[in-house]
């Protein structure tokens, strides 16, 4: 989403882009690509359906270097969104065809650089990485874990994820009311709403078991988890974290009070309708979901990360729990399912925060800029 909404947002006449992704359906190709148009973006899905991971990661590369030589033309920059297996033999080629190169971090603890350094082969990583131009950082605790690294300070630059506040917005309460009716939720519920992945690191398995001390003190709470439910759906799923929290639900009979919707199309309109947002993560970069429920006005509840502090004062825009800590979680969301006033603070003021800092108008003139140095810089107007 981040991309897409990048994409949409630069100057059509001064800046072209398109996007190079996979296909997971396609049988594997060496030179064919899927090419489709995404809201006018163009996009190049690149066939590696391997069943083994590994051959699909190794056959992932080789389609990317292919598909570099023969568009080397057709680019300046490339923009890498995730420093990933594929990024490094990517940069490299960039380096030899002469382009310019940006990576962006995603999460702590995932594609940052101190976890980069522990991985196998952490220090040619981090080498490889030092022939980019430039690192983009989307929280404090990234940038903090760029500086430890022996790159270049000026090689690193923070820019937030962001959220498009025109389709992210709060509704009035006969809005909310009818769409409540048009999503089969009652009206007189207590909406609280996870949205993400299910996986081990999004804690949802805490948040299900801190859930039943909450519809003990607040009966006609609900808890939303939107995201996918079966292994069919998405690669955002770990089979085993999925059954034992369908397990748990039922064990503690707690079907009623939990749906799962599975992805949605209108993920805008289910944080419209909620009451309270929460985020019960391990590890994050900067949340998409969290910034998307702040844009809506949604009183948030997260673990206390650094990448989320950047987001959520406690006390003052949302609540903060202790990672791991249940009990302060069922603490945080009854105190704001009982009060509808100090949900109302938290919204108004996380809406405020989110267009100060967060719209993505403000992101995409920060990647234009971005992009314009790093132009002129090579010498192409």
């Not at 057709?74 to 490094?88: E, K, P």
């Not at 391990?282 to 673990?303: D, F, K």
Request: contains cysteine; hydrophobic residues 40%.
């Amino acid at each position: 989403m981040q991309t897409l909404n990048l994409c949409r947002k630069l100057p059509k006449d001064e800046i072209s882009s398109f996007v190079v992704t996979r296909d997971y359906s396609s049988p594997p190709s060496l030179f064919k690509t899927k090419e489709e148009s995404v809201f006018d973006i163009k996009v190049h899905r690149l066939s590696t359906a391997f069943k083994r991971q590994s051959l699909s990661k190794l056959y992932f590369i080789l389609r990317l270097l292919v598909f570099l030589l023969f568009h080397r033309r057709s680019c300046h920059i490339v923009h890498i969104h995730g420093i990933r297996h594929y990024a490094f033999p990517v940069i490299i080629a960039c380096k030899i065809l002469g382009k310019k190169t940006l990576a962006k971090m995603t999460a702590f603890g995932v594609d940052d650089f101190q976890k980069l350094k522990q991985k196998r082969f952490g220090r040619q990583r981090l080498r490889i990485l030092s022939l980019i131009e430039r690192v983009i950082a989307t929280s404090g605790e990234l940038s903090n874990s760029f500086r430890v690294s022996a790159m270049p300070s000026h090689k690193l630059v923070e820019i937030p994820n962001g959220v498009d506040t025109d389709t992210f917005k709060p509704l009035e309460l006969a809005e909310k009311s009818k769409l409540r009716d048009k999503l089969g939720i009652a009206r007189e519920s207590i909406v609280v709403t996870f949205v993400g992945g299910v996986i081990k690191r999004k804690g949802v398995d805490l948040l299900i078991n801190a859930w039943k001390k909450v519809v003990q003190a607040v009966p006609n709470a609900v808890l939303l988890i939107i995201g996918p439910k079966s292994k069919d759906e998405s690669k955002g799923i770990h089979g085993y974290v999925t059954d034992n929290i369908i397990e748990s639900i039922k064990k503690q009979k707690l079907d009623e009070t939990v749906e799962f919707t599975g992805y949605v199309p209108n993920v805008s309109e289910y944080l419209q309708v909620s009451d309270i947002f929460v985020l019960p993560s391990s590890r994050e970069g900067l949340p998409n979901a969290l910034i998307e429920a702040m844009a809506c006005g949604v009183a948030p509840v997260a673990t206390r990360l650094d990448c989320i502090s950047d987001l959520i004062e406690h006390g003052k825009n949302g609540f903060l729990f202790e990672l791991g800590d249940r009990l302060q979680l069922s603490q945080r969301l009854i105190s704001l399912a009982k009060n509808p006033d100090l949900r109302d603070v938290f919204g108004k003021e996380s809406r405020r925060i989110i267009l100060q800092k967060f719209s993505f108008d403000r992101i995409a003139v920060s990647y234009v800029s971005l992009y314009r140095e790093l132009l002129t810089g090579n010498g192409i107007r």
